[in-house]
């Protein structure tokens, strides 16, 4: 059983910056994709980057390419979202969330909710204009 916990959302002025955490990642010996999501109000659920642990691939959604960066620390079993020049628009609840693979797999990009079978309960991002 994975059970995700995200930290380190919070208030930001815009062109500020915050980095996430996602703690959970126990089983070291399997390969998982990992994604960070976020949803704003009224809008649909938006896969914004993934990291393949098997090969380290990387994804990121054209809104967020070059302002965040994925990473993941395996000895620790967490997942960072790295966000810098944050605009209002990223405002949203920012979730992760994991699928086991194959060692020779790899997520399916863009990201695909149904593909992710574990998720944390989100972490809010609020970024003041």
Same mark, same amino acid.
């Given at each position: 059983q994975? +059970?995700?916990?995200?930290?380190?959302?919070g208030s930001v002025q815009a062109g500020g910056s915050l980095r996430l *955490?996602?703690?959970?990642?126990?089983?070291?010996?399997?390969?998982?994709?990992?994604?960070?999501?976020? +949803?704003?109000?009224?809008?649909?659920r938006e896969g914004v980057a993934s990291f393949f642990?098997?090969?380290? *691939?990387i994804y990121y959604s054209d809104s967020v390419k070059g302002r965040f960066t994925i990473s993941q620390d395996n000895d620790k079993g967490t997942l960072y979202l790295q966000m810098n020049s944050l605009k209002a628009e990223d405002t949203a609840m920012y979730y992760c969330a994991a699928d086991r693979k194959a060692p020779m797999g790899a997520c399916e990009n863009?990201?695909?909710?149904?593909?992710?079978?574990?998720?944390?309960?989100?972490?809010?991002?609020?970024?003041?204009?």
């Open positions: 994975v +059970q995700l916990v995200e930290s380190g959302g *955490s996602c703690a959970g990642l126990v089983d070291k010996w399997s390969h998982y994709c990992m994604a960070w999501w976020r +949803q704003a109000p009224g809008k649909e642990t098997g090969d380290g *691939s863009p990201p695909q909710e149904v593909d992710f079978a574990y998720w944390g309960q989100g972490t809010q991002v609020t970024v003041s204009s």
